[in-house]
T-cell receptor, first 114, second 113 residues
Framework: EAGVVQSPRYKIIEKKQPVAFWCNPI?????LYWYLQNLGQGPELLIR????????DSQLPKDRFSAERLKGVDSTLKIQPAELGDSAVYLCASSYAQELNEQFFGPGTRLTVL | QKEVEQDPGPLSVPEGAIVSLNCTYSNSAFQYFMWYRQYSRKGPELLMY????GNKEDGRFTAQVDKSSKYISLFIRDSQPSDSATYLC?????????????FGKGTLLTVNP
């Protein structure tokens, strides 16, 4: 079974430029998450999707961040414009609705904003 | 105070040592207690979990939960260099709030051959 796929793995951009990250979850997983992981920190939830619907985006900085999950499968997270403080690893995870919320993580996209 | 506190280490031990990793938490609603392992440049992967209080053993790994003290531990026996990674505790409620995982900062462990 293929795991969660993310691309690109690494991205270096200048500040104020836009950037987009892509995620393909595990087949059959209806819930998709985007997390932000700063160096030396645990993952912090940005947004959660149940199928196509964003059911928790309370931690997403909506002035510059946006996300979409068309057709309830792949998802894209965008930052426009990027700031220096956005340098971090962006993790995508997926899970199947059950009592134990085991989340399967992708390898992440490491973003560096110069 | 953060909901989940974890000693960030780093922790360096010789091969074969017993390793103890710990987290404390403040939210009494947490019911599932998990340990994720994250290798460098990889995403976290679930190592083991415990529901409510008690112990759980899986090979060289033992997870303990003491809900009365709001304290959880992960023990690694006969540690190996391949155990070198960051260990993240994570906690989850049950029922309608079960979607959200709250992570600790992670403890970086190095096992030296």
């Amino acid at each position: 079974e293929a795991g969660v796929v993310q691309s690109p793995r690494y991205k270096i951009i200048e500040k104020k430029q836009p950037v987009a990250f892509w995620c393909n979850p595990i087949s059959g997983h209806n819930t998709l998450y985007w997390y932000l992981q700063n160096l030396g920190q645990g993952p912090e939830l940005l947004i959660r999707y149940e199928n196509e619907e964003a059911v928790d985006d309370s931690q997403l900085p909506k002035d510059r961040f946006s996300a979409e999950r068309l057709k309830g499968v792949d998802s894209t997270l965008k930052i426009q414009p990027a700031e220096l403080g956005d340098s971090a690893v962006y993790l995508c995870a997926s899970s199947y609705a059950q009592e134990l919320n085991e989340q399967f993580f992708g390898p992440g996209t490491r973003l560096t904003v110069l | 105070q953060k909901e989940v506190e974890q000693d960030p280490g780093p922790l360096s031990v010789p091969e074969g040592a017993i390793v103890s990793l710990n987290c404390t938490y403040s939210n009494s609603a947490f019911q599932y207690f998990m340990w994720y392992r994250q290798y460098s440049r990889k995403g976290p992967e679930l190592l083991m979990y415990t529901y409510s209080s008690g112990n759980k053993e899986d090979g060289r790994f033992t997870a303990q939960v003491d809900k009365s003290s709001k304290y959880i531990s992960l023990f690694i026996r006969d540690s190996q260099p391949s155990d070198s990674a960051t260990y993240l505790c994570a906690m989850q409620g049950s029922g309608g709030s079960n979607y959200k995982l709250t992570f600790g900062k992670g403890t970086l462990l190095t096992v030296n051959p």
